[in-house]
């Protein structure tokens, strides 16, 4: 469980095993792993000059035995005691991320547990109450990459049956066709995480993760510093505002998920550009429409595609522009003119607007005001990339240029569920609900332009 723990224990560099010190482990979802010292790992006849930045420290406490670190960093010492923090750490074995490989991972979440909402209780009457364990779904990627989503019904009940607990606790595991590096099989499961993001609008944090170490199959817990300001509370999580959940795909899930994967493959730096406003949900309005701006710009080119002129016509105008120049300034032209075949701004807006009609017309109104929100958008995101004065007061500001930035997101939202299938109609029903529980002046900003 990534819960907050401290762990006391002795240290030492896998390459200095003789030299153990002891210290105590410490985590916390919010601040991280950091590891105090009693003394320095490293030996007087091998103190660093720079920074002390070992890749692994191997420990064992009593608690949960060996203990790697991973990508670790000498943050303070002083006379014979150090501090170090550490990206991650494995508790349960000595792993060399060089040469161990997984068999599989998995991985519990709060958000993922919403979002999968396996039905397992039945209330046949007052005096009686079922429960049971749901059906597993499972997924198969073309590379034989398995998938697997399933829920346990934890139970509890106190000495004197008073009282009985259930729980449902829900998992996610992926199990590559052949025993992989860490990277890999963390890769698969951020991947799955990223889908419950998409779905539920909001980062979806795991609470445990669990590996499987080749060739032994021991289980190893994997901890690390949470990428935002944690929150458990489930309250949170409203129905109202989710573009899609489990129950909306359960019944293709091997489809739906091989489609996901596909589409993560394909579109991964959009997909980075819009789960960085998830995650970082702080970020000024400014980075917030540049981030969105630019995923709708790398959507467009990798999924759309398209250049100004065909290739062959292209490279004829570049031909004689060049010639016309002067010899000491081709070389100059040529390098200025490398991207002119590429579609502008302007163009790659229109063209997204036009193939999600229906949305367009609900989210922002007639062809006209489609117009006016383009220029809008390229005159405001050429302002705060150049910051050329002539285009400041051309571009929009403060409330404004947020419910520009939230009217971009919802497009972007849009292209995302039509690359994974969804229906024209779904697609509205729930980018129209979302919208007025999400940001009610979307659609009265849309009617006023």
Same mark, same amino acid.
């Given at each position: 469980m990534?819960?907050?723990?401290? +762990?006391?224990?002795?240290?030492? &560099? =896998?390459? *200095?095993? *003789?030299?153990k010190v002891g210290g105590i482990l410490k985590f916390s979802p919010d601040e991280g792993i950091r590891l105090e010292l009693t003394d320095l790992l490293e030996s007087n006849n091998h103190l660093s000059l720079g920074a002390f930045a070992p890749e692994l420290i191997f420990g064992k406490t009593a608690e949960k035995?060996? @203990?790697?670190? +991973?990508?670790? /960093?000498?943050? $303070?010492?002083?006379?014979?005691t150090?501090?170090?923090? #550490?990206e991650l750490a494995i508790l349960g074995s000595h792993v060399d991320f060089q040469k161990d490989t997984f068999l599989s991972m998995h991985a519990e979440s709060r958000e993922l547990d919403f979002w999968a909402n396996f039905k397992w209780v039945e209330l046949s009457d007052w005096r009686c109450v079922r429960w049971h364990i749901p059906d597993k779904l499972n997924? #198969? /990627?073309?590379d034989g990459t398995r @998938?697997? %989503?399933?829920? @346990?019904?934890?139970?509890?009940?106190?000495?004197?049956?008073?009282e009985v607990r259930l729980r449902r606790k829900t998992f996610v595991e992926v199990t590559p066709a052949s025993p992989s590096p860490f990277e890999r099989c963390l890769g698969l499961?951020?991947?799955?995480?990223? %889908?419950?993001?998409?779905g539920l609008l909001r980062p979806a944090i795991p609470s445990e993760i669990v590996g499987v170490l080749n060739p032994q199959e021991e289980k190893v817990e994997i901890v690390y510093k949470f990428p935002r300001k944690y929150s458990s509370n489930k309250a949170l999580l409203n129905p109202a505002q989710t573009l899609f959940t489990c129950t909306d795909i359960s019944n293709h899930f091997d489809e739906f998920i091989r489609r996901w994967f596909d &589409?993560?493959? $394909?579109?991964? =730096? @959009?997909?980075? %550009? +819009? &789960?960085a406003t998830l995650y970082a949900q702080e970020m000024y309005v400014e980075s917030y429409f540049l981030n969105i701006i630019h995923a709708l710009e790398a959507y467009h080119r990798l999924a759309i595609g398209g250049q100004d002129l065909p290739e062959d016509e292209h490279q004829k105008r570049v031909s004689e522009i060049i010639n016309s120049a002067p010899s000491q300034w081709r070389q100059w032209l040529k390098e200025q003119l490398k991207y002119s075949n590429?579609?502008?701004?302007r163009s790659r807006l229109m063209e997204i607007c036009e193939k999600s009609q229906s949305v367009t017309k609900k989210l922002i109104g007639s062809k006209k005001k489609v117009k006016h929100f383009i220029s809008q958008v390229v005159d405001t995101r050429n302002y705060l990339t150049h910051y050329d004065p002539a285009y400041a007061e051309k571009a929009v500001h403060g409330r404004q240029l947020f419910y520009l930035t939230q009217r971009l997101k919802v497009l972007l939202e849009c292209c995302l569920l039509r690359e994974l299938g969804f229906p024209d109609p779904f697609i509205l029903e729930r980018i129209e609900k979302v919208s007025v529980n999400r940001l009610p002046l979307i659609t009265v900003w849309a009617l006023a332009d």
């Open positions: 990534m819960e907050k723990f401290e +762990y006391k224990g002795s240290w030492w &560099l =896998p390459e *200095d095993p *003789d030299r035995g060996k @203990v790697t670190l +991973y990508h670790c /960093l000498e943050t $303070r010492h002083h006379a014979a150090s501090e170090i923090v #550490c997924a #198969c /990627l073309n @998938v697997a %989503l399933w829920a @346990v019904i934890e139970h509890s009940w106190t000495s004197v049956p008073a499961l951020q991947t799955m995480l990223d %889908l419950v993001s998409l &589409l993560n493959d $394909r579109l991964r =730096p @959009v997909l980075n %550009l +819009y &789960l590429e579609k502008r701004l």
